[in-house]
């Protein structure tokens, strides 16, 4: 157990629809990461936060949007969903601003009908 | 960030200890050397990190020569449950860079009984 969670474990939703996946870090780690798996594009990474303000941007399509609260835990936010955003969503958390051993959450696996 | 080039797959028996080599021929003087590991459907899992010479944990040795164009993952006396796929992640871990992870393919470790 990383110490990051992450809801809902499971999505399944139609074409067209928006979700929003919900993740808390780990006690005290102000940094979360927000990751895609898909089996065609591997692990790429999308967005991150340090302390709620964004800190770095990936391959994140602007129909995705994230945000983190005061109390550090985030969302990101998938809107007008396509057959190819269906993948595993991951979330990390790191204790340093910069830090590489990042703790991933148990994942979100997001299913587009 | 530099890139990172693994086997694609290897095969090991239980009992057996695993060498899996990363080239990372364009490492820049600040960048760090970082593997991850990842069991289907559950998010990556940091193993190790270096810089140079050799460092050693609980679970695993990294080996990285002078020249550091290339790392070794070293797995002592592997069991079945060390199936996975092992990422090796090259970038720096401090100062103003962003610390976003840029996954490669990994490799995937089969260990047979």
């Known amino acids: 157990d990383s110490g990051v969670t992450q809801t809902p474990k499971h999505l399944i939703t139609a074409t067209g629809q928006r979700v929003t996946l919900r993740c808390s870090p780990r006690?005290?780690?102000?940094?979360v990461y927000w990751y895609q798996q898909s089996l065609d594009q591997g692990l790429q990474f999308l967005i991150q936060?340090?302390?709620?303000?964004?800190?770095a941007k990936g391959n994140i399509l602007e129909r995705f949007s994230a945000q983190q609260f005061p109390d550090l835990h985030s969302e990101l936010n998938l809107s007008s969903l396509e057959l190819g955003d269906s993948a595993l969503y991951f979330c990390?958390?790191?204790?340093?601003?910069?830090?590489?051993?990042?703790?991933f959450g148990p994942g979100t696996r997001l299913t587009v009908l | 960030l530099a890139k990172t080039t693994q086997p694609i797959s290897m095969d090991s028996y239980e009992g057996q200890e695993v060498n899996i080599t990363c080239s990372h021929n364009?490492?820049?003087?600040?960048?760090?050397i970082t593997w991850y590991q990842q069991f289907p459907s559950q998010g990556p899992r940091f193993i190790i990190q270096?810089?140079?010479t050799k460092v050693t944990n609980e679970v695993a040795s990294l080996f990285i020569p002078a020249d550091r164009k290339s790392s070794t993952l070293s797995l002592p006396r592997v069991s079945l449950s060390d199936t996975a796929v092992y990422y090796c992640?090259?970038?720096?871990?401090?100062?103003?860079?962003?610390?976003?992870?840029?996954f490669g393919t990994g490799t995937l470790l089969a260990v047979q009984p």
């Open positions: 006690s005290g780690d102000l940094s």
């Open positions: 992640l090259v970038g720096p871990n401090y100062g103003g860079a962003t610390n976003k992870l840029i």
């Open positions: 364009n490492i820049a003087t600040n960048d760090y």
């Open positions: 990390a958390s790191s204790a340093a601003r910069q830090g590489s051993e990042q703790f």
């Open positions: 270096g810089y140079k």
């Open positions: 936060y340090y302390n709620g303000e964004e800190r």
